[in-house]
């Protein structure tokens, strides 16, 4: 039997990880309808929701939230999107909503829907991000949802420790890594071509967002930190993204631009470079840098170093190519040292990425469509032996 998907996205990110799950459901027959909202509707944060379209799908319905940088801004922008989604589900009246992620934002429109009776699908549930108060987010968005799908086996242990019934709860591995693996890549003469800038020698990706829980610095002082370190490496070529919209993420955008402008030919800025260039820039990158959970879910699978600064991902399970190291410029230039040396670029080659599973998505949308065919209408807490 088919139905109707609703599949809500806020960011760069989740789209680009949740694009083939939606296609593989699509393919299968069934009804796909996106609600996309916050970042991708952000012309500061590259508006990209074009890339929903040119990835061959509608946008049924766009629920843009209001700017501002403080964190009361950001609880004021969960409400209108707790309100706008709601009023998106209304119309659409899914059989099911897929969710991924631990954002602010997402936690609203998890509550909509949950409040509307329309069970939910949890992606990437039972992880830790100590230094972010997206760790607090994801476990409320797992207790609103009734099918959770995890990236590893501990990852389902935490959820069913949460009281998810152990049946509701699948290991399938994250689908990220599925896509660095299978995606079509862009060459690095396309990759040229369209960032603006000679793409030869080493090149790091960077991507450096607040960590909201982080009380030792402003972010602005933290991405200077950052920058001071990168200046120790003039050979390194650089590939900046914008942090995201957390709570003082807009204020570090000029300190990258005026970087940007003072290194020509050396740094590129770009507000948001999509799942395909990204995951192409993975492919001939010689390491990232910052502190997106990108770095230590997929990375890894690219055989390439991460440096992670900071608190951000704290708690999170990571590979052997991941040097974790404190926010302040020493020891994010050491680590970077340690990055480009032979014997570790070596080490990250051969390096097991925990997140790695076969066949991810069509594991998802297997899970997905058997939970279609009975939702359960009470949700009980599942306590531990």
Known sequence: MTRTICFITTTRADWGLLRPLAELLRHRGHTIRIIASNMHLDLAFGATASEIESDGFAIDFAVPLPG??????????????????????????PDAVVALGDRYEMLGAVSAAALMHIPVVHIAGGEISEG??????????????SLHLTATADYRKRVIQLGEHPDTVFDTGALGVQNLLSLRCMSRE????????????????????????????????????MLKALDRFPELKLVITYPNNDTGGAS??????????????????????????????????????????????????????TVDIG????????????????????????????ALSPAFREKAKNTSNPYSKSDTTAT????????LENPPTLKRFHDLP
Request: charged share 20%.
């Open 68 to 93: 501002g940088d403080s964190a009361a801004d950001r609880a004021a922008a969960m409400g209108i999107c707790t309100t706008g989604i709601a009023r998106a589900l209304e119309s659409i009246v």
């Open 190 to 225: 396309e990759l040229q071509n369209d960032i603006g800038m000679s793409l030869s020698g080493d090149i790091a990706v960077v991507t450096y967002h607040p960590a909201t829980l982080d009380t030792g610095a402003d972010h602005t002082t933290r991405t200077a930190d």
């Open 311 to 338: 608190i951000r991902q704290r708690g999170r399970t990571a590979a052997d190519s991941v040097i974790h190291c404190n926010p302040d410029t020493d020891s994010i230039a050491h680590a970077i040292e340690k």
């Open 252 to 305: 570090a955008i000029p300190l990258l631009t005026e970087y940007a402008g003072n290194n020509p030919g050396r740094v590129a800025l770009i507000p948001s470079l999509g799942a395909t260039k990204y995951l192409s820039m993975l492919k001939i990158a010689a390491l990232v840098i910052g502190n997106s959970s990108s770095g230590i879910v997929e990375v890894p699978s690219a055989g390439i170093p």
């Open 132 to 145: 972010a108060a997206d760790d607090s987010f994801r476990h409320a968005i797992t207790k609103l949802s």
């Open 364 to 371: 998802m949308a297997a899970a997905i469509e058997k939970f």
